[in-house]
């Protein structure tokens, strides 16, 4: 490489102040800025603006240049591997990235790498040096202009040869470069660091950057990931964790911190199985969108192939191993799963007990329940301003049902002495309120209470107008109706018992799990943390359909919506306050927010809670227990 200074790594500042220096207008660095990034030009000479006098300036002491493409291979997909060469010693490699919305390309930062972790052939070769922001802002240069009919970059990850954080003035510098508006104008979501944990580092670009980090863990304690990624020993996963949460705080809610991807993967036998979403080669995620089906795991970057049961099929060069063929050596690291009634369950920690331990006795109440086969018709994640124990406190009472879901009582008994609230050692909870019976606080209200239910009882062919002047045996004979209609309209109810066909049966899983089942249907819900703030939550509503045999489309009157079994279901995503959740869990959500702003008051000195909401102390007694032990403590 020249001597010269080379302008393509400079900030739009720094070539402002470049011009400056050798006596020109500072605005003449923001064109040569454009002309670079913007329009792909590094010829002086066709800098048509700059004038023949500043243009023999700049060509005696500076000069713009991009690493020396070597080769370039292309895989069957369209993705693109560049080999480039920096100097007599120093090659990279870079890596652009097809996809249906976007281009993504995989950058490196330094020519080798010190690390040597356990899954990355870079270390076997040892470090050489790190690069210059030239060299690392020419390799999305070459990416967007090299080619004529190029499609631009969308999305950067640095995640190709070497540590970004080893070298981090110059990736910070270039992070600048690929945001400013005056080129590349990539916005910081679209930007991640992936790093392996530099601990000092990542507390040092606290605060000096917003791009997001992805944490290559790789082991979910620090035995086995000092064996993986040798880093550990001098920074312990703890301190990672704690200087990635120090980074979150630096930064706005929306931005965030991948730490690990999961593949689920379904045998053609049926055997679901998971694993870490990382090539067992240099640690590139094979998976980069969320669903769909593949035949087998291919790497973007090198073209590795795992099948589905997570072994090493095939590589390329295979022969060039001198250790040995990779090939059913670097195998796919499993994930501990378990599947349940169609739900799948992954826990990083081998040592947990197993899944029908963890949920007893909630797995043998609803052995029959044929929750497999039902159907999402109804699919809702929000973002809310609410802390997640709000959600699931909220569904382990039902002491608020007949204020905040005022249609509720008629057509259910939701008073607390109707109801059968019980709790299990295994830390969930249950509880049963009559359906299908209005309650006694609105009895009186014979027209209101036939227009509520009336919708409910129609398809089993049953007049709600027949019911005036005894309200009180439509719940039993519905059930009756049930069981005389269950084959005709395409159901089987034969092992179920009669509370079942028209109750709510309503499980609260520990921690945050909640749903109220039917034989032909249930509501799913989730309260998750949110990643950057105590104060919000992600919430989950599903809800799910069984749809009798032989019909296609089904009015649900839960939904209150015409479903179709062909239909694939939208998943409606936002904040709360732009998304509706759904029918009676948007009365819940409205709650939340007021609910989290009066817990956070210094007015508030704490809960007074009567007997019906024992459900929500359990809980809490239950995460007392899970952080602290049976010592407890304050959650």
Known sequence: MSKKNNLLGLTREELQDYLIKINEKPYRGLQIFEWIHNKGIIDFDSMTNLGKDLIEKLKQDSIIEIPEIIDISTSSEGTKKFLLKLDEDSFIEMVKIPE???QTLCISSQ???????TFCATGYHG?????????????????????????????????????????TTNVLKTI??????????????????????????IEAITGKTDVSLAISLHASNDDLRNEIVPINKKYPIRDLLLSSKNYLKSLNSKSYIT???????????????????????????????????????????????????????????????????????????????????????????????????YLSPIMEHLEDYPISDMIRTHWVTVEGDWNWKCVQDNFNESYHTPYVHPALKYYAEEKYHACQFDMYESMHSRMLMPGFIPSESVINEEDKVIEMIAPHIEYWDMNAEDYRGR???????????????????????????????????????????????????????????????????????????LFPKGVETYFSPSLGIETSIDTKVPHL??????????????????????????????GYIGDYMPEQENRIRYFHENIDKYLFGNSGGDA
């Not at 004979?477 to 005709?488: A, I, S």
């Not at 992600?538 to 809800?543: Q, R, T």
């Open 111 to 117: 020519a080798g790498c010190a690390l040597k972790c």
């Open 100 to 102: 249906k919305k976007r």
């Open 573 to 602: 995503q936002g904040h709360y306050s732009e998304v509706d959740v759904g029918p009676g869990i948007s009365e819940d959500v409205a709650i939340w927010t007021s609910q989290q702003k009066g817990l956070s008051s210094r």
């Open 471 to 545: 309200l009180l045996d439509i719940r039993e004979d519905l059930q009756k109706q049930k069981r005389k209609l269950d084959k005709e309209k395409g159901y089987d109810f034969s092992k179920f018992k009669d509370t079942q066909l028209t109750d709510h049966y309503h499980y609260t899983i520990f921690p945050n799990m909640s749903f109220s089942v039917k034989p032909d249907g249930m509501q799913w819900l989730r309260g998750s943390p949110h990643p950057t703030d105590p104060t919000k939550c992600i919430f989950d509503y599903w809800y799910l359909t």
């Open 259 to 357: 730490v690990e991807y999961i593949l689920i993967d379904k045998a053609k036998e049926g055997l679901i199985r998971c694993f870490y979403n990382v090539c067992q080669h240099r640690g590139n995620q094979l998976v980069q969108i969320d669903e769909g089906n593949l035949e087998s795991f291919s790497c973007a970057y090198h073209a590795w192939k795992f099948g589905l049961d997570g072994k090493l099929n095939w590589v390329p060069d295979e022969e060039d191993f001198s250790q040995g063929s990779p090939c059913g050596k670097r195998n796919l690291i499993e994930i501990k799963s378990e599947v349940w009634q169609g739900f799948i369950f992954f826990n990083l920690d081998d040592n947990s007990k197993s899944l029908s331990d």
């Open 176 to 201: 600048n470069i690929m945001k400013d508006q005056k080129c590349y104008s990539l916005s910081k979501r679209r930007i991640t660091l992936s790093t392996s944990g530099i601990v000092p580092e």
């Open 127 to 167: 470090f050489k040096r790190n690069l210059t922001s030239s060299e690392i802002i020419g390799q999305l240069w070459i990416a967007n202009y090299y080619e004529d009919e190029s499609e631009r970059v969308s999305n950067v990850v640095f995640m190709g040869m070497g540590e970004p954080l080893m070298n």
